[in-house]
């Protein structure tokens, strides 16, 4: 199924203006993207640093000067590939329009070498999302939020013909984030401490993580824990939401929760594969919001010492704008919820619930149908 993604019309407007950086996850829609995109210029060329007839055209430039679009893919693996841009932007021909992918973060290659400020646009594509869903393919929010639960928001398995292939989609996939992406990324050799690890952050979504026990549990050191999670974070196979803290006790707890990209590689219960759904739609929102309009969003967590928490809160410039619980059936709203919602009146507080019957106000907290609410995200 051919599907134009929610990126499609943003990027193209951009790519009139600036080169246009696109990153994601693996198998995401990067390439498909890209190559809708290509439809839409004359000559359009897609060039794979992957394939060794492509490398050898990326590396002597002879790509075609008449070609409308020029895509330039997995480019980050080059050496020097920033120097590598910046001539190739400068040198291009005139209105040619040039558009890099990868499935690596590039701002984690952004330390020293040449700089590119002030000639591109950055997007990241994320996997399907309710909000998605329903205004590319039409369904309805909660059929939408159903086949997240069940498959995941990666296209492949969300538009598979039924769930036996979306569940053979998974599992090579992730054998082959750690066996080929993994290692090409970083060079990291410990093939079966780095699968532990990722099994052992697969167990744990929702719970806040401390690196000393995962570390410990591996008999490796904190240092190379902590290395382990950045890879996975730079190739968009976890990400990991921060405690929020400002004008709160000092009390809270500082440790970070972990949630997939996937959210068909979650092990867990109905409820943890709900709060990672609900954390990556989240994300895609905020990365959105911030790619469209700059600003400074960002999605946040808050938990005490007593355990009391809060799943998700948006910050703007630091300032909480949004409160948000996620339950699976429960409508009550905790006397925590209560107390922090009276403490931030200005602040929009909801309780999406999965399986709700009827949605209600319980004092400041909307409790709200978490498909409709979900629909409601920018992205």
């Known amino acids: 199924m051919d599907v134009k993604r929610y990126l499609a019309v943003r990027i193209r407007?951009?790519?009139s203006r600036k080169?246009?950086?696109?990153?994601?996850?693996?198998?995401?829609?990067?390439?498909t993207l890209a190559r809708q995109l290509l439809a839409d210029y004359p000559r359009a060329q897609y060039l794979n640093w992957d394939v060794p007839a492509d490398r050898e055209v990326i590396a002597s430039g002879a790509w075609s000067p008449r070609a409308g679009l020029v895509v330039?893919?997995?480019i980050h693996k080059m050496r020097d590939w920033k120097a590598f841009l910046k001539g190739a932007w400068d040198g291009r021909s005139a209105n040619q329009a040039m558009l890099v992918t990868g499935s690596a973060r590039m701002e984690t290659f952004r330390q020293g070498g040449e700089s590119l400020a002030g000639r591109y646009f950055a997007w990241r594509l994320h996997p399907f999302s309710v909000r998605e869903a329903v205004d590319s393919l039409g369904m309805r929010p909660a059929e939408a939020l159903d086949r997240l639960l069940e498959r995941g928001g990666f296209p492949e398995p969300f538009l598979a013909a039924d769930n036996v292939a979306a569940k053979r989609w998974r599992s090579q996939y992730a054998i082959d984030l750690i066996r080929e992406d993994v290692l090409e990324f970083s060079r990291v050799h410990e093939i079966r401490n780095l699968q532990l690890f990722v099994d052992l952050l697969r167990e744990r979504v929702g719970s806040p993580i401390k690196i000393s026990?995962?570390?410990?549990?591996?008999?490796?050191?904190?240092?190379?824990a902590t290395r382990y999670l950045e890879i996975l974070e730079a190739l968009y196979i976890v990400f990991r939401v921060s405690p929020w803290h400002r004008d709160i006790a000092r009390s809270l707890l500082k440790e970070s929760k972990v949630y997939f990209f996937d959210t068909g590689l979650v092990r867990g219960d109905a409820g943890a594969r709900l709060e990672n759904a609900v954390a990556a739609m989240l994300l895609k929102h905020v990365h959105y919001r911030q790619d469209t309009e700059g600003k400074a969003i960002a999605l946040h967590t808050i938990r005490d010492k007593e355990h009391h928490e809060i799943d998700f809160v948006l910050a703007e410039e630091n300032v909480l704008t949004d409160l948000?619980?996620?339950k699976l059936a429960a409508a009550a709203v905790s006397p925590y919820f209560h107390r922090m919602a009276e403490h931030f009146p200005q602040v929009r507080s909801v309780q999406v619930?999965?399986?709700?019957?009827?949605?209600t106000q319980r004092g400041k907290v909307e409790v709200t149908s978490a498909a409709e609410w979900l629909a409601g995200l920018q992205a």
């Open 19 to 31: 080169l246009v950086i696109l990153t994601g996850a693996r198998q995401a829609g990067k390439t």
């Open 213 to 224: 026990s995962l570390a410990q549990m591996l008999q490796i050191s904190p240092n190379t």
């Open 324 to 326: 948000i619980e996620v």
């Open 72 to 74: 330039f893919d997995e």
């Open 13 to 15: 407007a951009d790519l």
């Open 353 to 359: 619930v999965a399986e709700l019957r009827q949605e």
